[in-house]
């Protein structure tokens, strides 16, 4: 089985994801250093303990995940659960690779355009900070509502969103960002929006969407992110000849 330095890795992605670009609210790339070695590289979604847990059990070398440590604004302190993450990382010598905004945006192994791919959405445009959002049009035209574009959702995510708006309105134009973009709703109205998508959804939004008559589907942080991480993956997998898994630890949010 063929391996990569872990720095040699770090610079890779970091010139392909651009992360210099980017004004993020936590570090990306390697955040904690391990082994020098990777032969096999485990991804998911969120550095949680129970993925954690799983990369050891698979003799993982690095974990890769869009959401890691050291956010903005949080406890610095290396206690409670950060200590458990931080101290078995470290024991078992594994490096913890993340990367946030850098992989949403991504226009090949991306958040935003894997979910499009998924939905069957050809983009089109894109809109917002660092061109954070997308824009693009369904390709099935029997998605005639936005009663059908939530059902067809809920199909392709497995998971039930959540609809605010006229159930019998035409999608039309879509726009979508994964994650906690509510904040960008605004954005999504004046770029043309019929209908935005996004993971989550706060209550102001709820007002912003009924007044503006623009269609909101939250469809779930969790399910909306899992494709950046395991695009990237399998990508850095092909491009080193290393193993890649990914693991999926269940998040209703």
């Known amino acids: 089985m063929k391996s990569v330095n872990r720095d040699d890795l770090a610079q890779f992605l970091a010139k392909e994801l651009q992360v210099n670009y980017f004004r993020d609210y936590c570090p990306n790339g390697v955040q904690v250093e391990g082994r020098s070695t990777i032969k096999h590289l485990v991804s998911g ?21 869009h959401h890691g440590y050291f956010w903005r604004g949080e406890d610095m302190r290396v206690i409670g659960q950060k200590h458990k993450r931080l101290k078995l990382l470290l024991e078992q010598d594994i490096s913890l690779f993340a990367y946030h905004l850098p992989l949403d945006s991504h226009a090949d192994f991306g958040n935003n355009i894997g979910l ?7 983009p089109d445009g894109r809109f917002g900070e660092n061109d954070l959002g997308w824009l693009g049009m369904l390709d099935n035209p029997e998605i005639a509502t936005l009663e059908d574009l939530a059902m067809h959702i809920e199909l392709k995510l497995g998971r039930k969103p959540l609809l605010i708006g006229e159930p019998a309105a035409r999608p ?27 993971g989550e959804i706060s209550e102001p939004t709820v007002h912003l969407a009924r007044e503006s008559g623009v269609g909101y589907v939250a469809c779930g942080h969790h399910a909306t992110e899992r494709f950046g991480v395991q695009n990237l993956g399998e990508f850095i997998a092909r491009q080193f000849g290393i193993r890649h898994t990914f693991v ?3 998040n209703p949010v």
């Open 45 to 65: 979604v969120t550095a949680s303990l129970a993925l954690l847990e799983k990369a050891v059990e698979m003799q993982a070398d690095a974990v890769l995940v």
């Open 116 to 122: 499009a791919r998924h939905l069957g959405i050809t």
């Open 172 to 198: 039309g134009r879509v726009a979508w960002c994964t994650g906690a973009a509510q904040n960008m709703l605004d954005q999504a109205i004046a770029a043309g929006a019929n209908v935005y998508l996004s």
């Open 248 to 250: 999926d630890i269940d």
